[in-house]
């Protein structure tokens, strides 16, 4: 094999790479970051326009994934993992690179209880009990909570899974 051939085919492999690789590897790790307020929190929306609807509000030290630019000052972002997250797009500006030392700061841990007397309780997808199931979780589990969405809590599993709780299944509300 010639030189010419060999630094050929050594960039087509690097082109068929950069083109096969999927979009989670060139994903960066950020947080939201609302400032010092820590009752304050992001919208996550449908569409990269403030006037599109909230599909949960995100307290500083969520951790998201930057997926893309969506331009005009917005970032589409995943919230947990693949297996399990939700996504969107929240304002660029209120997004810190890398992931902060203490995100506890302002989501707040909980334990998982059940109003129904059950032994665990169903980890949604979405907002509301006709959404799929993520998890099942033990009462007395414990999640961090990210943000909200009307009476339900968007919150983390200790695997990194996301998914919807209804406020009567979280302790110390």
């Given at each position: 094999m010639t030189e010419k051939h060999?630094?050929?085919m050594a960039a087509m492999l690097a082109l068929a790479l950069l083109v096969s690789a999927s979009p989670a590897a060139l994903a960066q790790s950020a947080v939201v970051d609302n400032g010092s307020d820590p009752q304050s929190r992001l919208n996550l929306r449908e569409q990269p326009d403030k006037g599109s609807a909230s599909l949960g509000r995100f307290y500083s030290g969520t951790p998201v994934e930057i997926v893309a630019d969506a331009g005009g000052?917005?970032?589409?972002?995943?919230?947990?993992?693949?297996e399990s997250s939700i996504s969107g797009y929240m304002m660029t500006a209120y997004l810190a690179a890398g992931s902060a030392p203490?995100?506890?700061?302002?989501?707040?841990?909980?334990?998982?209880?059940s109003p129904y007397g059950t032994p665990s309780v169903v980890l949604r997808d979405r907002p509301a009990n006709s959404?799929?199931?993520?998890?099942m979780l033990r009462v007395g589990e414990t999640v961090r909570v990210l943000g909200d969405s009307g009476e339900y809590y968007y919150v983390m599993t200790q695997s990194d899974a996301v998914g919807c709780l209804c406020s009567d299944e979280l302790s110390g509300k």
């Open positions: 060999f630094r050929r000052g917005w970032s589409q972002v995943a919230i947990g993992t693949a203490n995100v506890t700061d302002a989501t707040l841990e909980r334990s998982v209880v959404y799929d199931a993520v998890a």
